[in-house]
């Protein structure tokens, strides 16, 4: 196998337009929707899928700018626009259309009118995030008071604010509280004697409810208002 092949600028660029515009995608769309992420084989059929559509999009885009162009003939553009040079092209190829493109599925996956549109095209509706866990925490929930129930009977407290964190996998999810509270047999909740962090394994948990939204500023003290 002739390596120095595969490092020839026309290699790099074969594998940029048809694979690497498919990553940018998926990543720029990845920002919008929590979820689980594809096995890579699957990951690397949706790269190629997009990639093909990002290529369409180019073909479009570039007939258009053409025209544009052809039009505006009488007048002294720059070369750079007349001509663009390839490492323009390239960029646009591989950065511009696919992180657009990337925006574009994620703000419509994120959308109200999604579900809207697929009914009536006659699609299913599928929720883009796999977990009630990541939809739950994600999307940049506002601070609040979350009450955490054991498989026990066993009830804590606790503030998830700017400093907490939720995060699940397929072997394990843990939940970060950044102020942890004592909830006694009769449903008080009071600080500890000393101001503490609770990191918890769900394995162990039967339920997380959601007592109240609150603004980021107000800060743990807003359990006194639920």
Do not use: C
Not at 34 to 55: C, D
Not at 61 to 70: E, F, M, Q
Not at 95 to 111: D, E, H, N, Q, Y
């Amino acid at each position: 196998m002739n390596f120095g092949s595969l490092l020839s600028p026309e290699t790099f660029e074969f594998f940029a337009r048809y694979l690497l515009a498919g990553y940018v995608v998926i990543f720029v769309r990845s920002a919008f929707v929590m979820g689980l992420r594809p096995k890579p084989a699957e990951l690397l059929i949706e790269a190629i899928i997009l990639s093909l559509i990002v290529q369409f999009i180019i073909y479009v885009l570039a007939a258009v700018y053409g025209s544009v162009v052809a039009s505006a003939s009488g007048h002294d553009l720059p070369e750079w626009i007349t001509a663009p040079p390839d490492i323009l092209k390239l960029v646009a190829i591989v950065i511009v259309v696919p992180t657009g493109l990337g925006w574009t599925l994620g703000r419509f996956l994120k959308s109200d009118w999604r579900n809207g549109l697929l009914r009536r095209l006659s699609l299913p509706v599928i929720h883009p995030v796999q977990r009630a866990h990541d939809f739950a925490f994600g999307d940049n929930r506002a601070p609040g008071l979350v009450e955490v129930t054991f498989n026990d009977g066993t009830k804590i407290g606790g503030w998830f604010g700017e400093k907490s964190l939720a995060a699940s996998d397929d072997g394990r999810s843990d939940l970060y509280l950044e102020r942890a509270y004592i909830i006694d047999t009769s449903g008080t909740w009071r600080e500890p004697s000393h101001s503490r962090a609770i990191l918890i394994n769900l394995r162990d948990v039967r339920s997380i409810e959601f007592l109240m939204e609150a603004k980021a500023e107000d800060g743990p003290e807003g359990e006194n208002d639920r």
